[in-house]
């Protein structure tokens, strides 16, 4: 991992300052002599910014996104605990973290973070930029904020907007924070520079709020797949009950209740036509090809979502995958991934090594 530390105060788009802001990130691969080869992933809810380690099935040695071929690009997002700024870090203002004071951010402005990083490594231009969910949500801004940096756009599995309905999911998780007293407090004793809180507070919180944003997912096919009972006879204990126990604990060593709020947050706030011109001429505007990938099985953001948007680009292509998986869909089904993205490729410039 790598850390660029911005010099100048970082203005969200709702006028708060970061001042300090910190971005972490991971490069593999280097430039070819045309300097044409730059791949930038841009990552999901709770992952980082190491996508060789949490995409292997695409990227690294042989596979599709290889560092033999592309220069490859991946920064954490602003808010989260891998290394970015976030609740965590510490407030240059105040020598403290920032917890529940942590402004809110939005979408654009992990696109104006990712673009900060952009321009450290001089990057001109931008061969493709992909990401699947929040990862297409950035893609899809950034490629609106500066429509003539990309050659290519890859959005998997998300939307223009979010809609009502992944937004009461997202609600439903931040009802499971504020259900756990050591975060509920703290929250209420925002900007009280007395109250102890701490970076633990709402683990039991985010157990459950994992459990609610795993169901939205995946799909019944999927737990009728894997939790099935061979014990006929059971009353309790069942898989399906330990795997979401699991499924949260896991969540909890390697991530925290205040970044998770935050992220949920600028999940609810996506809306590329906020304050702009309709969707239809904003996305008109973009010059770069585009594929539009959707997840049959996607109960989050559902095909259609993706096929609207391949019909509002003006050089879009829609291909769809097949995934007992749900929306998890993108991470898992490597091979159809792969298939639709080297047939996505044929049409494409030839790269030099």
Known sequence: MQLFKHPSPFVTETGSIINGLEIAYHTYGRYNRERNNVVWICHALTANSDAADWWPGMVGEGRFYDPAKYFIVCANVLGSCYGTTGPLSINPDTGRQWLHDFPEITIRDIVKANDLLREHLQIERIHT?????????????????????????????????????????????R???????????????????????????????????????????????????????????KTNDFRASSYQRYQGDK??????????????????????????????????????????????TDILYPVHEQKLLATLFPDAVYKEIYSDFGHDGFLIENEQLREILESFAKVTDVLSP
């Open 251 to 296: 969540l909890v060593k390697r991530f925290n209740a205040y970044s998770y709020m935050i992220l949920t947050r600028f999940i609810d706030s996506h809306n590329i036509s906020r304050g702009r011109p309709n969707i239809e001429e904003l996305l008109k505007a973009v010059k770069a090809r585009t594929l539009v990938i959707g997840i049959t």
């Open 175 to 233: 009802l499971a924070l504020m259900a756990d007293s050591s975060f509920a407090e703290g929250f209420m004793n925002k900007g009280n520079s007395n109250y102890p809180a701490r970076e633990t507070d709402g683990r039991e919180g985010l157990k459950a709020a994992r459990s609610i944003a795993l169901i939205s997912y995946r799909t019944s096919e999927a737990y009728n797949l894997t939790q099935s009972e061979t014990d006929n006879d």
């Open 129 to 173: 930029v992909i990401g699947g969910s929040i990862g297409g949500f950035q893609s899809m801004e950034w490629a609106i904020m500066k429509p003539n940096m990309f050659e290519h756009i890859v959005l998997i599995a998300c939307s223009a907007k979010a809609s009502p309905w992944v937004i009461a999911f997202n609600e439903s998780q």
